[in-house]
């Protein structure tokens, strides 16, 4: 929430009206408040609407940090297989364990000063002190700080979802069909009078099945003509050689992000099974690092951001962020990160916010080289076409 200076000639008031009244974008805009806008962030969207979302946090509830490696067997294919019928006893195949770390490839951070004579400037209401949801300790702020706090936590994770997005581009696997992991065409016909076995929705989901995806949902995030498509497939019905795309599109989730023009390229799509990727957080002000310091509270606050799970049904999921809520008794420089420069913030409070997350991906070994599987990850690169 922000608010217009004293002066500056806006809503000045007719017979009955107090001119200059501060008044706040959210009373003038609603939910176009610039403020409050959140650019679409399809890729934390879809690990978010992974299940069990917390099964990667490395920090402990005492507040120390652990070290977590994921281990696992890679299968036996059918190559494994003695065609002998009297199998010699002292035979064996070789069955190794594959160890990955799981790491953290995002840190992010940012402060949001509060002047105390710009709340002083509010109404009573964005004076007054709220308990702040999902914050341990329990913390009190004033109700301007905790519209900062959302609008901190929306930047926070767009930062952090571009980061992790760029990570798991380098983690797609192979694709069993193509033999490698680069991007597949696929098209949107133009041509509806005649049915069409390699219409893009056909391809990727014949691909999802030979790449052993079986009747789960693919996780689809994208930019570009398939956003277009997706848009315009919620009105398509049945086209000129009876195939209904409507009905196709019903068997993936898709999950808009405009970076995905940057990560993977023009017009080029992330496929994953569900499941393939997960979430890596790290809160550090925990246990022994949380509470009063001096004239700092630190502690993590849980922002709820809302996404859809794996059937399309609305689910809604926290993101936890460490904080460290400082107390300013008197007037303080505060440089600001993006330009450099420095503002004079009177006494009041300087909320820091920060995110620590990465992604953990099935191991690029997970598979024997005799596998047919071999190279495979549970996630596709696609180039859509429209022709």
């Given at each position: 929430?922000?608010?217009?200076?004293?002066n500056?000639g806006a809503?000045?008031?007719g017979?009955?009206?107090?001119?200059?009244?501060?008044?706040?974008l959210?009373?003038?805009?609603?939910e176009?408040?610039?403020?409050?806008?959140?650019?679409?962030?399809?890729?934390?969207?879809?690990?978010?609407?992974?299940?069990?979302v917390?099964?990667?946090?490395?920090g402990?509830?005492?507040?120390?940090?652990?070290?977590?490696k994921?281990?696992?067997?890679q299968?036996l294919?059918?190559?494994?297989?003695?065609?002998?019928?009297?199998?010699?006893c002292?035979?064996?195949?070789?069955?190794?364990?594959?160890?990955e770390?799981?790491?953290?490839?995002?840190?992010k951070?940012?402060?949001i000063?509060?002047?105390?004579?710009?709340?002083?400037?509010?109404?009573?209401?964005y004076?007054?002190?709220?308990?702040?949801?999902?914050?341990?300790?329990?913390?009190?702020?004033?109700m301007e700080?905790?519209?900062?706090?959302?609008?901190?936590?929306?930047?926070?994770?767009?930062?952090?979802?571009?980061?992790?997005?760029?990570?798991?581009?380098?983690?797609?696997g192979?694709?069993?069909?193509?033999g490698?992991?680069?991007?597949?065409?696929?098209?949107v016909?133009?041509?509806?009078t005649n049915?069409?076995?390699?219409?893009?929705?056909?391809?990727?989901?014949?691909?999802?099945?030979e790449?052993?995806?079986?009747n789960?949902?693919?996780?689809?995030?994208?930019?570009?003509?398939f956003?277009?498509?997706?848009?315009?497939?919620?009105?398509?019905?049945?086209?000129?050689?009876g195939?209904n795309?409507?009905?196709?599109?019903?068997?993936?989730?898709f999950?808009?992000d405009?970076f995905?023009?940057?990560?993977?390229?023009?017009d080029?799509?992330l496929?994953y099974?569900?499941?393939a990727?997960?979430?890596v957080?790290?809160?550090?002000?925990?246990?022994?690092?949380a509470?009063?310091?001096?004239?700092?509270?630190?502690?993590?606050?849980?922002?709820?951001?809302s996404t859809?799970?794996?059937?399309?049904?609305?689910?809604?999921?926290?993101?936890?962020?460490?904080?460290?809520?400082?107390?300013?008794?008197?007037?303080?420089?505060?440089?600001?990160?993006?330009n450099?420069s420095?503002?004079?913030?009177?006494k009041?409070?300087?909320?820091?916010?920060?995110l620590?997350?990465?992604i953990?991906?099935?191991?690029?070994?997970?598979y024997?080289?005799?596998?047919?599987?071999?190279?495979?990850?549970?996630?596709?690169?696609?180039?859509?076409t429209?022709?």
């Open positions: 929430m922000s608010f217009i200076p004293p500056s809503f000045v008031g017979a009955g009206q107090a001119p200059f009244i501060q008044t706040t959210d009373r003038v805009f609603g176009s408040n610039p403020r409050k806008s959140m650019r679409p962030i399809g890729y934390m969207a879809m690990l978010l609407a992974q299940s069990e917390t099964d990667f946090t490395l402990e509830p005492s507040g120390h940090r652990r070290t977590v994921v281990k696992s067997a299968r294919s059918e190559f494994d297989v003695d065609d002998s019928q009297n199998f010699d002292f035979k064996g195949t070789d069955q190794p364990y594959v160890t770390d799981v790491e953290l490839v995002a840190s951070s940012v402060g000063p509060l002047d105390s004579r710009i709340l002083n400037a509010y109404e009573a209401e004076q007054r002190s709220v308990t702040a949801n999902g914050s341990s300790p329990l913390t009190s702020v004033s700080m905790w519209e900062r706090i959302n609008g901190a936590a929306n930047a926070l994770v767009s930062s952090s979802s571009k980061a992790l997005f760029t990570d798991a581009v380098t983690k797609i192979t694709n069993v069909r193509t490698n992991n680069l991007a597949t065409p696929v098209n016909t133009l041509d509806t049915r069409n076995l390699s219409a893009m929705e056909t391809d990727i989901l014949a691909d999802f099945q790449n052993e995806g079986g789960m949902r693919p996780q689809i995030v994208g930019a570009g003509l956003h277009k498509y997706a848009i315009q497939n919620q009105s398509v019905g049945m086209n000129q050689s195939l795309t409507t009905i196709l599109a019903q068997n993936f989730d999950f808009y405009p995905a023009t940057t990560a993977l390229g023009t080029e799509i496929v099974q569900p499941d990727v997960r979430l957080s790290f809160n550090e002000n925990r246990g022994i690092n509470g009063v310091h001096a004239n700092s509270t630190f502690g993590t606050i849980v922002v709820p951001f859809f799970g794996m059937n399309g049904e609305p689910i809604v999921n926290g993101v936890e962020f460490d904080f460290q809520l400082k107390a300013f008794d008197c007037a303080q420089d505060i440089t600001d990160p993006y450099g420095t503002y004079r913030v009177n009041g409070w300087n909320m820091i916010m920060s620590t997350q990465g953990h991906t099935i191991s690029a070994n997970a024997k080289d005799n596998d047919v599987m071999a190279g495979n990850r549970g996630s596709y690169r696609y180039s859509v429209n022709t």
